[in-house]
């Protein structure tokens, strides 16, 4: 949603009038199928990589005020494209670690000002991002347009970001006039391991915040049919997402609704390329061991 935010080679852009044609014929492709077309709005922060960006990545601690305002404006203007071409909502990526969380964690945010220090200071960016998208759709008279919020629970760090945090940020997340949150996470089932509420599941944790608010949306290493099904069972999110399945299997969601499931392939066979349809450099990404992606056949 920026220049300075772009993490990835290929990274769509929604930053200016001239992404507008490429961001159409993407709202039409995805519609054209019978789905949503919701545009994720992402700045990777100090993940931004200047080999693509042009620019230096964006350190949090540095950031005049005037800085920090005009990214909030460029979430805005991110969201006008949008809804310009033809995308029936934003999400608001929130999660992995980063701008805006790197603005919520203690590990990233060292700010005195006010947006760092607290827990309320440190969650004024996301919600001031939030504020941005809204007042955006309602300038377009568009109630219809979705807007959502993407989050991690927890993070890894000594001083980052636990379930007491997570549980904080998605009470005032509520408040909002948001449609959804989407819970990242390596395992739909994952127990929290930090702060209030470690030992329980996450998920069934959040949704117990959101049930009746917003709708949830889970996710989390689903590959098999079975996987699947005990998401669905288990009544922890309303919707599920995946993307390890989706790598795997082009047309997972017809597979899934016709009931066969069980010819989902849940490893990549690296002898046959052509069957996943991946650009280059995501087939290659596949064989250097990242934990989000697909594990490969033997």
């Known amino acids: 949603m920026n220049q300075e935010g772009i993490s990835f080679e290929n990274q769509p852009r929604a930053i200016k009038e001239k992404d507008l044609p490429s961001l159409t014929e993407r709202a039409k492709i995805i519609k054209d199928q019978g789905a949503k077309a919701i545009l994720q709005l992402h700045h990777g922060g100090i993940d931004s990589d200047k080999d693509y960006s042009g620019v230096d990545p964006v350190i949090i601690d540095k950031l005049t005020n005037e800085e920090i ?11 006008e494209l949008a809804i310009k071409s033809q ?9 992995s670690g980063y701008l805006c969380q790197q603005f919520y964690s203690r590990h990233f945010n060292h700010r005195k000002d006010e947006w760092g220090g607290s827990d309320e200071k440190r969650m004024k ?32 760090y000594k001083d980052g970001l636990t379930m007491t945090e997570c549980i904080k940020l998605v009470k005032e997340l509520v408040k909002k006039p948001i ?33 009746g608010k917003v709708s949830l949306i889970g996710c989390g290493g689903l590959k098999s049919f079975e996987d699947f099904k005990s998401a669905l069972n288990s009544g922890y999110s309303e919707f599920i997402a995946s993307g390890m399945a989706s790598m795997m299997n082009r047309k997972l969601g017809i597979l899934l609704k016709e009931g066969k499931g069980n010819k989902l392939e849940v ?32």
């Open 267 to 298: 490893e990549i066979d690296p002898k046959h390329p052509e069957r996943y349809a991946m650009p280059p450099n995501l087939w290659n990404m596949c064989f250097q061991g990242i934990s989000w992606f697909p594990p490969i056949k033997k």
């Open 69 to 79: 305002n005009r990214i909030i404006e460029d979430f805005g203007r991110a969201t």
């Open 125 to 156: 960016f996301a919600l001031k991002v939030i504020d941005k998208c809204c007042e955006i759709k309602n300038k377009y008279k568009r109630p219809d347009f979705i807007i959502g919020y993407r989050i991690t629970p927890e993070e890894p």
């Open 179 to 211: 449609q959804y949150l989407h819970v990242y996470q390596s395992y739909y089932f994952r127990k929290g391991y930090n702060g209030e509420k470690a030992g329980q599941i996450r998920l069934k944790v959040i949704h117990e915040l959101t049930k």
């Open 87 to 95: 995308h029936d909502g934003v999400e608001i990526h929130g999660a």
